[in-house]
């Protein structure tokens, strides 16, 4: 049992320097462009299956409330929150569809769309961000593995170098708590001014 947690632990440790020396630039791009759809007064959509959804509502939540400083509400929303809405378009348009339907009734252009997939290539989420892209918005992947099909489809994408999931969801939330820091900081802290 002890060898499974030094293990695993050991593999987190490896994922979170990777993301460092490899990924620190992608993080920072991302932070840019979320930055300039927050200023401009756009949205953030935000989307994912299973842990990744909790990361999406989890996201979401700190920028409309608050992440570790005092400043106005930002919109964003998560859309694998609305148990009615996931129901009723999965059950008439097919699971598919969940996401996809919600980005044509909610995205304007200009709003950023973030899919978050382990794996890269879950339908719903690659839909979204196909549909989001004709509606003129930007598309950023918070992905794993290989990037999957989901890769190609985005404006930005961050690519966790792992290809176990539960690392790669570790290293997601680490980089939306990142992302978090960055967008409070450029819109309200220390970072305000910076390009
Ligand atoms: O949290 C976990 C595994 O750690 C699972 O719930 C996992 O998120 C689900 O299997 C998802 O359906 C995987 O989707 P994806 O990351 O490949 O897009
Ligand atoms: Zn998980």
Known sequence: MRTRIAEQLQEHG???????SECSDSIARIAGRLVETLKIGNKLLIMGNGGSAADAQHFAAEIVGRFAMERPGLPAMALSTDSSALTAIGNDYGF??????QVEALAAPGDA????????NSPNVLKALET?????????????RDGGTIAPLCDLALIVPSDITPRI?????????????LIEQSLFGSLAGDR
């Open 14 to 20: 490896t994922v979170i320097k990777r993301l460092e």
């Open 132 to 144: 989001g892209r004709q509606a003129g918005c930007s598309t950023i992947g918070l992905l794993g």
């Open 113 to 120: 769309l973030v899919g978050i997939s382990t794996s890269g």
């Open 169 to 181: 969801q570790e290293g997601h939330i680490t980089v939306i708590h990142i992302l978090c820091d």
């Open 96 to 101: 598919d569809r969940v996401f996809s339907r």
